[in-house]
């Protein structure tokens, strides 16, 4: 079945830039959307952006001008450009995607492991 795998996260200063990325694996058809959420200790996982095939590309605010999403087709990944970063920011990441299986009539959702972000001041 599907995999999704998050990488990229890590400690970086205030004003600096991470870039993550997601590598799906499995038996994928097509994938339609592929979306970053956020989740931060006490607080409810939060979306950040997507990549969609009908939908093109959207951000929530607060991100917008600093974040970029972008996918790589071929390779079923889609990174997250994370420049000028905030303490606010701090955050587990998560990958999600939709995906229709190979040999399958319906779409699934599925969400990777998630990687750390720790903006420090």
């Known amino acids: 079945q599907v995999q999704l795998v998050e990488s990229?996260?890590?400690?970086?200063?205030?004003g600096g830039s991470l870039r993550l990325s997601c590598a799906a694996s499995g038996s994928?058809?097509?994938?339609?959307?592929m979306d970053w959420w956020r989740q931060s200790p006490g607080k409810q996982r939060e979306w950040v952006a997507a990549f969609?095939?009908?939908?093109g590309i959207n951000y929530r605010d607060s991100v917008k001008g600093r974040f970029t999403i972008f996918r790589?087709?071929?390779q079923?990944?889609?990174?997250?450009?994370?420049?000028?970063?905030k303490?606010?920011?701090?955050a587990v990441y998560y990958c999600n995607a939709?995906?229709?299986l190979r040999y399958s009539n319906e779409w699934s959702e599925y969400w990777g492991q998630g990687t750390?972000?720790?903006?420090?001041?």
């Open 76 to 85: 079923k990944k889609v990174y997250l450009q994370m420049n000028s970063l």
């Open 28 to 33: 994928i058809f097509i994938t339609k959307t």
């Open 8 to 14: 990229g996260g890590g400690l970086v200063q205030a």
């Open 52 to 55: 969609s095939v009908v939908g």
């Open 116 to 121: 750390q972000v720790t903006v420090s001041s």
């Open 98 to 100: 939709s995906i229709l």
């Open 72 to 74: 790589d087709n071929a």
């Open 87 to 90: 303490p606010e920011d701090t």
